[in-house]
């Protein structure tokens, strides 16, 4: 299993940036992707940004040339840099792990805010 650990939440005004980091502990050796998903309220939970082992990444729509995903192997982290930040990216911000050969083991860690108001 691997274990996650996330940082960098708050409030922050529209237009503003935020960097959110998640730490990764335990089984890090079998790490396959890293990504980050975000659920604003009454709304399903959704993909912002994922990167592979190799550092290919997806990025969502709603955020492409806003939102960076920044991945460190030798750290075991993974990134989110928040730019330009909108009242609608609002949401309990998740980090997400697949790992295993297969990549069907997936964790989660415990989410962080982001509020984006005025």
């Known amino acids: 299993q691997v274990q996650l650990a996330e940082s960098g939440g708050g409030l922050v005004q529209p237009g503003g940036s935020l960097r959110l980091s998640c730490q990764a502990s335990?089984?890090?050796?079998?790490?396959?992707?890293m990504s980050w998903f975000r659920q604003a309220p009454g709304k399903q939970r959704e993909l912002v940004a994922s990167?592979?082992?190799?550092?290919?990444?997806t990025v969502a729509d709603s955020v492409r040339g806003r939102f960076t995903i920044i991945r460190d192997n030798a750290k075991s982290t993974v990134a989110l840099q928040m730019n330009s930040l909108k009242p609608e990216d609002t949401a309990v911000y998740y980090c997400?792990?697949?790992?295993?050969?297969?990549?069907?083991?997936?964790?989660w860690g415990q989410g962080t805010q982001v509020t984006v108001s005025s």
């Open positions: 335990g089984r890090v050796a079998e790490i396959q992707s």
């Open positions: 990167t592979s082992r190799l550092g290919s990444t």
């Open positions: 997400h792990v697949r790992s295993g050969s297969d990549g069907l083991v997936v964790n």
